[in-house]
């Protein structure tokens, strides 16, 4: 059972692998569909910049990245290892003593500060 779990993990990993290269050597974010929320309003989604701070990221340009989406640039990675500790506990069967679960208040403050920065970053 749990080597079919682990099986699955492994194929996640190299699918992540493979689209972060694809990512990096493509020449940008260029052909990428680009975000639908702008497409239709203008205004710019918590996400925007995203693919494209990941892009800068990648290829060692912090700064850069920050100033395409910095509250994406500073949850993103967090959420990563939120994802790794909860994917690791699921291959072994059973939950890891430590886990980034952030509870009711947490999700609410993340919530509020997510909107904020989408309001602000129109405004701006």
Do not use: Q, S
Request: net charge positive; glycine share 14%; hydrophobic share 55%.
């Amino acid at each position: 059972m749990h080597k079919d779990r682990a099986l699955w993990v492994l194929l996640g990993a190299l699918a992540m692998v493979g689209a972060a290269y694809a990512l990096r050597e493509t020449g940008g974010a260029g052909w990428m569909p680009g975000c639908a929320f702008r497409k239709l309003t203008g205004l710019d989604c918590p996400g925007c910049g995203m693919t494209r701070g990941t892009y800068a990221m990648l290829h060692g340009r912090v700064a850069e990245a920050f100033a395409f989406n910095p509250v994406g640039m500073i949850l993103f990675p967090l959420a990563l290892i939120a994802l790794g500790i909860e994917v690791i506990g699921w291959v072994r069967g059973k939950p890891m003593p430590f886990r980034l679960n952030p509870g009711r208040w947490g999700a609410t403050i993340l919530a509020v500060v997510l909107i904020v920065f989408w309001i602000v970053r129109n405004l701006v």
